[in-house]
């Protein structure tokens, strides 16, 4: 008897399990140290002298941990020195992954839709690259202007992350572009790990071993770019679990939403950064949380005129019968016990239309998703705008 093994969807599973467990360890070990370095405390009395920079004392798990940072170089290099690199490589590496099986592998159903500027599957995969090498190159271009380092550099890489956004929201679907937001940023991350943090640490160990005069610019260049990170962390698993939340992202100002939801994530962070180095300021709360609300409710305002605007809703009731057929039609290829619709093992998410009862349990999200234009994906079935329109107006009734 044979194994009828969907490798496909066993696949998806694997990588989606290990770029989750592998950014938790990532995220993890940046918050950590941005910590550690932030609540470094003077060194005094008998430690003056040896080329510390500060300590800290900490206990965990059972146990009193005492960690000391150097300037530059200890007088003697340890056996062992721990590098942490491969959480963020294996990030990079599994979301890539991911991204393969999911976008390019269902281009046609997942990267594209009505409104992307791109139509064609294959130039739409060839855009995604494109789209994820440019952002890593103009945030490289604006990394590497010292001059901008410490007055202006923020600022554009903001306005260049903004531009990104917008440009996502432009080439690829609704649900597709806040996924790239977030490989754009994420691979942002991970070049910051490969191209600026590791090749710091490099030079400065072999100029320690060889005992040439240290040269802290590597370190510091490495630590600006590890702070860019820390700043980063929120806004990219931002991206990634707004595409589980259609509301955020399936209307037209979708990419301005996004853009202010990441700042206010990064704003956030700051509160945390600030506290770690002893600096209380909870208005930083108090003010992200008003904007969170000001965004959630402008956002709202948003979808509803972009939607009401680009859908004309039909006065027509339909039966429940008629309105069951179109649902089994354009609906029932994926949402069933059973798809048909290749690649799916399983309805997505999890929702199966198959009865009324199932209907009004997931009203909202289908309501959404009509509207949006979103669903059905790709509109294999052809679902025409009166038809769309009838859907709407028995879901709104």
């Known amino acids: 008897m044979g194994i009828d093994l969907n490798l496909a969807e066993w696949s998806i599973f694997f990588f989606r399990t290990l770029h989750i467990v592998t950014a938790i360890a990532w995220i993890g070990a940046s918050f950590y140290f941005v910590w550690l370095d932030m609540n470094l405390r003077p060194i005094s009395g008998e430690k003056l002298g040896k080329g510390l920079q500060g300590e800290l004392w900490a206990i965990h798990g059972g146990g009193i941990y005492e960690v000391q940072k150097y300037d530059l170089a200890p007088p003697k290099m340890p056996s062992t020195l721990h590098w942490f690199k491969w959480e963020a490589y294996t990030t990079w590496l599994s979301g890539t992954a991911l991204l393969i099986l999911l976008y390019y592998g269902r281009a046609q159903t997942y990267l594209i839709d009505e409104q992307s500027l791109v139509q064609d599957p294959s130039i739409a995969i060839a855009s995604s690259i494109g789209f994820i090498a440019l952002s890593l190159l103009g945030y490289e271009i604006l990394v590497r202007l010292e001059k901008l380092a410490k007055s202006w550099l923020a600022g554009l890489v903001f306005l260049w992350i903004s531009a990104i956004c917008w440009l996502s929201f432009h080439l690829f679907s609704l649900k597709a572009a806040p996924i790239h937001v977030g490989a754009a940023i994420a691979t942002i991350m991970a070049a910051n790990v490969f191209l600026g943090i590791i090749p710091g640490q490099k030079a400065l160990v072999r100029a320690i071993e060889s005992g040439r005069e240290l040269d802290p610019g590597p370190a510091l260049a490495a630590r600006k770019r590890s702070l860019h990170n820390n700043y980063l962390t929120l806004p990219v698993v931002l991206c990634m679990l707004s595409n589980h939340s259609m509301f955020i992202y399936s209307h037209s100002w979708a990419w301005l939403v996004l853009i202010f939801l990441m700042l206010n994530a990064s704003y956030l962070r ?10 209380s300021r909870p208005s930083i709360l108090i003010i992200s949380s008003a904007l969170f609300v000001v965004i959630a409710t402008v956002g709202d305002r948003l979808a509803s005129s972009s939607l009401d605007a680009g859908n004309e809703i039909s006065s027509n009731l339909l039966s429940d019968q008629e309105m069951m057929l179109l649902v089994q039609q354009h609906c029932g290829n994926c949402h069933a016990n059973k798809p048909s619709f290749p690649g799916y093992a399983v309805a997505p998410g999890g929702i199966v239309l198959d009865s009324l009862q199932a ?24 679902l025409t705008d009166m038809q769309r329109n009838e859907m709407i107006y028995y879901l709104q009734q």
């Open 270 to 279: 700051h509160f945390f950064n600030l506290r770690h180095q002893g600096i």
């Open 359 to 382: 209907l009004d349990g997931y009203r909202a999200a289908t309501l959404s998703s009509l509207k949006s234009g979103y669903m059905p994906l790709g509109n294999m079935q052809s």
